[in-house]
């Protein structure tokens, strides 16, 4: 019976350690690092729909990024350290003002 409490001892201590472990920064971390904004550029009647990625971060963000008006499916984009980044959500919609909605993760 000691064995065992033994065995049971020492499992529950590996995997304190492996959950104490340190990871990568997540998206929450990344979080204070980063901004997003929906940028909206006029086409005659209708109106191109843009999403920006600005990374203050010192390391490479890999973004999913949508609007209001158009969630799915998400746009995956890559930023540099210290860079901004634009892609195109929408290329003719009607509506003018888009909301910017997305998570960073490091790279």
């Known amino acids: 019976m000691k ?7 020492i499992a529950l201590g590996l995997s304190a350690a492996v959950w104490l472990a ?3 920064p997540s998206s929450a971390e990344a ?3 980063y901004s997003l904004w ?3 550029q006029e086409m005659g009647s209708r109106y191109r729909h843009l999403v920006v990625v600005e990374n203050d971060c010192d390391y490479w963000l ?3 990024v949508w609007t209001d008006v158009d969630p799915q ?10 860079a901004t980044e634009k892609r195109e959500i929408n290329g ?3 509506y003018p003002d888009p909301k ?3 998570t960073c993760r490091k790279k």
């Open 3 to 9: 064995l065992i409490a033994r065995i049971v001892g």
């Open 22 to 24: 340190p990871v990568e």
């Open 31 to 33: 979080r204070g690092c």
């Open 38 to 40: 929906a940028e909206s």
């Open 62 to 64: 890999q973004c999913t």
């Open 73 to 82: 499916p998400p746009v995956m984009v890559s930023v540099a350290p210290t």
């Open 92 to 94: 003719g919609s009607p």
């Open 100 to 102: 910017a909605f997305g």
